[in-house]
């Protein structure tokens, strides 16, 4: 499933997705047997929701199996002699070629569809191709990659060089991708796109999202209006929301607001469909969502969506690089003494980012059960001002990105209250031996 793509020599900065890409609660004695097999005989989640360093003792999961390991086959030989820039467009886009001298060999415009690109760059010899991400970028680098040809897509956020240019064309944005790729990939942050496969599916996880948040805009719009005839509609599931609801208004906005909630019914039809479809596709492609599921608050759809934007955990060194890759860390703008408390990043897939925010809520929320996380979530809310609370959210949040990404690797029986037993039994022998 999954492709060779590039990598970055550091390692402490994994690369990105670009694409921004129903709580079903599954216990663990529903796991399936090939994801809880990895479970037996292991010890129970660690005391921290992240992965440490490797101790005496080996840490099965820090090992990737031949079966996980990632080849790179696009630097398994020697460097591409050419380098090409190209600036992608909707209809046309320009590249850019450079020799191994960096003498200009080509520049041009094509046509941004397959049989264009193909007539050009299928004829080219192997080289080195930058473009910038985008709308186009993932089924163009998958069409280069197959002609051969080494891609690297160009985090945009993050190479200032050309978005801040006050000279910004499609030239000249050409010519500065080939001029960086050419002396060193890793000035313009590149980035990794998902498979195909894996991009259908969350296509269709962003088309139920459309539809809820087109149904709770529709829904809204008739409360207001029946709250200006000094009306209610009274408080239910957006599930529910059907035309008899509408029996108490006068006859004239049931005429107006009639119509609205039949296109919400249809809505809710679709969005029941697109669930059970996504819950066929994580039960039978993505079994690993049902170590995810352990967690209150993490539903099919969560543990599905983090797969699918994560796709690779060992991509990861250690489990805590995914909070920062999710754009759940605070900035950092420091200078001698100076040390400001900024917002988070909010870097990386957006949706996802979202979906654990909701969790997060969840999980601090009076209805969700008693773990560790809660309790760490609580202490941090501190006397539950409205700062506090969101400061919490956000810990929670990353932290739950950090757990989620430890079940993953591992495969371990999660124990909401392994920290808290922990300390009990340490203070137990403590008692014991002073008695």
């Not at 969840?362 to 309790?375: A, E, N």
């Not at 700062?387 to 029986?413: D, F, M, N, P, Q």
């Not at 808290?420 to 039994?425: L, T």
């Amino acid at each position: 499933m999954h492709e060779c793509f590039y990598r970055a020599n550091r390692k402490d900065r994994p690369l990105r997705w670009d694409e921004k890409a129903g709580s079903l609660p599954t216990g663990c004695g529903k796991l399936p047997s090939e994801a809880h097999s990895k479970c037996k005989g292991k010890e129970p989640v660690m005391k921290k929701n992240s992965i440490p360093a490797p101790t005496g003792k080996k840490v099965r999961h820090r090992k990737r199996s031949p079966k996980n390991q990632v080849v790179n086959r696009r630097y398994s030989g020697a460097a591409p002699k050419h380098t090409v820039g190209m600036d992608l467009g909707d209809k046309t886009s320009r590249y850019f070629g450079l020799d191994q001298d960096g003498n200009q060999t080509r520049e041009a415009g094509v046509a941004t569809t397959t049989k264009a690109l193909t007539t050009v760059f299928g004829k080219m010899p192997r080289s080195r191709i930058a473009l910038e991400v985008g709308t186009h970028s993932p089924w163009v680098s998958r069409l280069l990659e197959s002609l051969g040809h080494e891609v690297i897509v160009a985090n945009a956020r993050r190479v200032r060089v050309i978005s801040d240019s006050n000279r910004k064309n499609d030239k000249m944005d050409a010519r500065l991708l080939a001029r960086l790729a050419r002396v060193d990939p890793e000035l313009l942050y590149p980035i990794r796109h998902r498979g195909e496969r894996a991009q259908q599916h969350l296509a269709m996880i962003r088309s139920r999202a459309v539809l809820v948040d087109g149904r709770t805009a529709l829904i809204n719009s008739v409360r207001g209006q029946a709250k200006s005839f000094g009306e209610r509609l009274g408080k239910f599931d957006a599930d529910q929301m059907r035309v008899e609801k509408l029996e108490k208004l006068p006859e004239g906005m049931q005429a107006a607001l009639g119509p609205v909630l039949e296109i919400v019914e249809q809505m809710t039809k679709k969005i029941h469909e697109y669930d059970k479809q996504l819950a066929e596709i994580g039960r039978t492609e993505y079994p690993e969502t049902a170590l995810l599921e352990q967690i209150s608050g993490v539903g099919l759809l969560i543990a599905l969506t983090y797969v699918l934007t994560l796709e690779d955990p060992w991509r990861f060194g250690r489990s805590r690089d995914v909070g920062p890759y999710l754009g759940l860390r605070p900035k950092q703008k420091e200078s001698g003494e100076s040390k400001p408390q900024l917002s988070i990043t909010k870097e990386g897939d957006e949706y996802l980012r979202r979906l654990l925010v909701q969790g997060a809520h969840h999980i601090l929320s009076t209805r969700s059960p008693d773990t560790d996380l809660k309790r760490w979530g609580l202490t941090l809310a501190g006397n539950g001002s409205k700062k506090g609370k969101k400061r919490a959210v956000i810990g929670v949040a990353r932290k739950l990105a950090v757990l989620l990404h430890h079940l993953w690797v591992s495969g371990e029986v999660y124990e909401p209250l392994r920290q808290n037993q922990a300390a009990a039994q340490a203070g137990t022998q403590t008692a014991k031996s002073l008695a």
